[in-house]
């Protein structure tokens, strides 16, 4: 985004800052941007401070205060460093409940040469922490199964596939772009992956490497898109990842954030959801302007009557 626009969008936008947690010296901590007269999210992100760059536990260390250590089940001997951050309140017209920031010091599998090299994974969690807690992966036989349940293609960009061996305790296993240069030994810096378990959609997420993050990026890319989405709310056309020159933060954010309706493809009850409890509080409570994007699945196209008279 030109700096001109920039500026303008945060003249129209208010910034709400949301729970921080101490990471390496410094810390990270969840944000949001909402429409400053209606309320409307237009940006979701975390920001990084220059110091939690620095003193990040190594892979034999400790746990943070307010951090987990977790083994991986990729077959390495390394683990991960979870940093759990609650959004704004603000946030609840969003498709995003949390954010799940994980330190990898030695990286992780499952490609040779691509993923060991130490990174964090930038989790948007879309469930609930109790349901992501709940993912032990601690049954094989159980944990197989459901790890094997993938959520309805719609819910996923085309060209997104299960990456084998991806599953993880408290996340769920991983989708990625398999034509992506960033698959490729020696070229991972930022990809951008979906994850899922037990065939719901969990979470959409950036993965950076450290080096890339102290590089000062100034990075901005529209995000593959799905074609159906399994909760209404605030879904991203793209992400940013920014050195923040005044305050020397590293922004990762979720951007251009577009109102998107719940539906449920493939079914064969031959029925949608068309108004989830989310939808029914922008339309009836917040009573957000309709989008000119907003997807509503063609059985629901009879209820827009509806929620034209609950917005007007």
Known sequence: MPASQANAASRETKYIKGESRQVGKGEVFTWIR???????????????????????????????????????????????FEYELMFPEEADRTAFSHMGFNWNPEGHGPLPGVFYEPHFDVHFYMATPEYRHSITNDSLVDDLHVQNIEPPRPFLPEAYKRAPNTSE??????????????????????????????????F?????????????????????????????????????????????????SLDELTLRASSYPNNVYGVDPCIDSRM?????????????????????????????????
């Open 280 to 312: 029914a509080d922008i339309i009836f409570k917040y009573r957000d302007a309709k989008p000119e994007g907003l997807l509503i699945p063609d059985k629901c196209k009879s209820l827009l009557p509806v929620i034209e008279k609950g917005l007007s």
């Open 169 to 202: 305790p408290r996340m769920g296993t991983h989708y990625a772009d398999m034509t992506s240069e960033q698959l490729k030994p020696g070229k991972f810096d930022n990809i951008f992956l979906f994850g899922g378990h037990d065939g719901n959609v969990l």
């Open 34 to 80: 909402v429409d400053k007269k209606t309320g409307i999210p237009t940006q979701l992100g975390i920001s990084v401070t220059p110091k939690a760059m620095q003193g990040l536990p190594e892979d034999d260390g400790q746990a943070q205060a307010g951090s987990l250590k977790l083994k991986l089940i990729d077959g390495s001997p390394f683990h991960n």
């Open 204 to 252: 959409w997420e950036p993965m950076l490497t450290r080096d890339y993050l102290l590089s000062k990026p100034n990075f901005h890319e529209k995000i593959q898109q799905p074609q159906a989405f399994p909760v209404s709310g605030y879904y991203p056309l793209s992400y940013s990842v920014k050195h923040n020159k005044k305050t020397g933060n590293i922004d990762i």
